[in-house]
């Protein structure tokens, strides 16, 4: 069964003190994996997109990696505007085009 | 910059009533999606939409629940009779219909069933 596992499920960081959020997934042909931003009572906001192993993207105090089972979300010195919950998801392969989240990692930055 | 816009952005309905969730996708994008989340819960697919037909539904969406795109630029969502446990957030996603491309969502619907 495809499943997207992300941790820690929440994380408390001063401002300015870097850290990485994980997403770990069982897939069937990883078509691409997404990370979303989500604001409390808002909609999944896209940041990033994923294919391939190796693969890096990078915005602003964001950047996103990919290995054969796993993302990583980097973020160097956050700031308070970055707290939010962080939302992981692949889409498989074959025919479905459906995306499968995981349950997100809450971050909170204080200043 | 093109956005997802859904409307109402809180619905409160009693038990049993139909209600219809209203969506605009980004002009000219192709594939159409609506997901929920369940307060607290991870963000689940419901159905998605192409070329005027569902293309995919999950579990979730059994005969009470149906969509449409009546006319060319709205996509609805269509709870026939509504349960307590249809309490969520409603979002709408669209996407350009390439391979391999993301999909922009609404704000959401919050539907409460009481």
């Known amino acids: 069964e495809d499943q997207v596992t992300q941790s820690p499920e929440a994380l408390r960081l001063q401002e300015g003190e870097s850290s990485s959020l994980n997403c770990s997934y069982t897939?069937?042909?990883?078509?691409?994996l997404f990370w979303y931003r989500q604001d409390p009572g808002k909609g999944p906001e896209f940041l990033f997109t994923l294919y391939s192993a190796g693969e890096e993207k990078e915005k602003e105090r964001l950047k996103a990696t990919l290995t054969k089972k796993e993302s990583f979300l980097h973020i160097t010195a956050p700031k308070p505007e970055d707290s939010a919950t962080y939302l992981c998801?692949?889409?498989?392969?074959?025919?479905?085009?459906?995306?499968?989240f995981g349950t997100g990692t809450l971050l909170a930055v204080q200043p | 910059e093109p956005e997802v816009t859904q409307t109402p952005s809180h619905q409160v309905t009693q038990m049993g009533q139909e209600v219809i969730l209203r969506c605009v996708p980004i002009?000219?994008?192709?594939?159409f999606y609506w997901y929920r989340q369940i307060l607290g819960q991870k963000v689940e697919f419901l159905v998605s939409f192409y070329n005027n037909e569902i293309s995919e539904k999950s579990e979730i969406f059994d005969d009470q629940f149906s969509v449409e795109r009546p006319d060319g630029s709205n996509f609805t969502l269509k709870i026939r009779s509504t349960k307590l446990e249809d309490s969520a957030m409603y979002f709408c996603a669209s996407r350009p219909g390439y391979m391999n491309t993301e999909a922009f969502f609404g704000q959401g619907t919050r539907l409460t069933v009481v």
């Open positions: 998801a692949v889409q498989a392969g074959g025919a479905t085009n459906k995306l499968i």
């Open positions: 002009s000219n994008h192709l594939y």
């Open positions: 897939v069937s042909g990883l078509r691409g």
